[in-house]
C-alpha cells in the first residue's frame, strides 16, 4: 500500500473514531439527573432519550434544595447541610465546598448558579438577599444583592446580557451583574404571576418562570407570552434536543418545541418519589474531540487525500459501557 493510500486509510479511521467518541460523549451528556427528596434522598440518573433509569449517580447528607453544573464540569449539590462538589462524570464526592454556617445568616440555598466571573450565586429562604462565594474555594464573598421591600428571593440566573434574574414570589427581578444593584420588576406583574420559583432562560431566548403554573416572558422585555399550564412544578430544565422537562409530582414531564406534552420519567421509576431540581450532565470533551477532528482535517488538507470514510452503521453501538 502506497503511503498516500495509507495516509487516507488512517484519515478515515481516525475520521470515525472521532465522531464515534464525539456522539458516545453526546449521548451520554444527555443524561439527566434529577435532585430526589426521599427516604433514600440521592441524585439519580435517567436516560435523556428514553427516561429509563439508569442508576443512583450521587448520594448526600441533609435535605435537598437545588443543583447546578459548574464551570469545571463538576456537579454542585445544595441541601440543608451544605453546599458538596461532585465528580460532573463518576458522581464521586470531592469536597464540601461551602459549609452550613460559612459567611450567612441563612444556609439553606434554595437555588444556585454561578456566574459570568465564575463565583457561586446562591438564594436562601426568606427576606434575604443572594449570597456569592468564590467559585472555587466557596469562601463567602458578600451578599451580592440589596433588597427591595418584601424581597423572597428563590430561582436566579444570569441573562444573555450579563444581568442577574431573581425570581422573587410575584416578580422577576433584574439585578446588575456587576454591582448587584437593583434594576427593575423585569417580568410578572401583569400575569397573575404567583409562587415564582425557578427561572431559566430558553434557547429561544424568552424567560420561563415556575410557579403556580409555568410562564413564558419574552427575554428582552419581560412581557407576558404564554401559560403552559404545567401545575405543580418544583423546577425545570432545557435539554440538549432543545425541549422543556419540568419536574414536579408526576415524575418528571416533556413539552416538545411544538407544545406537545407527555410523561418523560414516571413516578416511582428507580425510587423517584419527590423529584425538586433537574440538570443535564454537560458535553464533556467537546473542545478536546473536535480540535482532534480539526488536525485530523488539516493533516488531511496538507496530504491532498480525498477518501471518504465508510461510516458505521450506529456509532453509538460502539460505546463503551
Known sequence: MNA????????????????????????????LLVLNNATSPGVLRYDGNTGAFVGKFASFSGTPYSMTFGPDGNLYVGTSTNISRYDGQTGALLNVLVPTTNGTTNPRPLDMTFGPDGNLYVTGAGNKPVWRFNGSTGQFIDAFTTLVLGSQPEGLTFGADGNLYVADRFNVDRYNGITGAFMNHFAGASSALENAGEVRFGPDGNLYVVGNSLLKFNGKTGAFLSNLQSIGGEDFAFGLDGNLYVSGFPGIDRYSTSGTLNNFVHSGSGGLSSPSAIVFIPEPGTTLVMGSLFMILLRRRRLGGNAQPTWPPSPLANCPS
Not at 13 to 23: E, H, I, K, M, N
Open 4 to 31: 498516500n493510500r495509507l495516509s487516507r486509510f488512517h484519515f478515515a479511521a481516525l475520521t470515525a473514531l472521532t465522531l464515534t467518541v464525539f456522539a458516545c460523549a453526546f449521548s451520554e451528556a444527555n443524561d
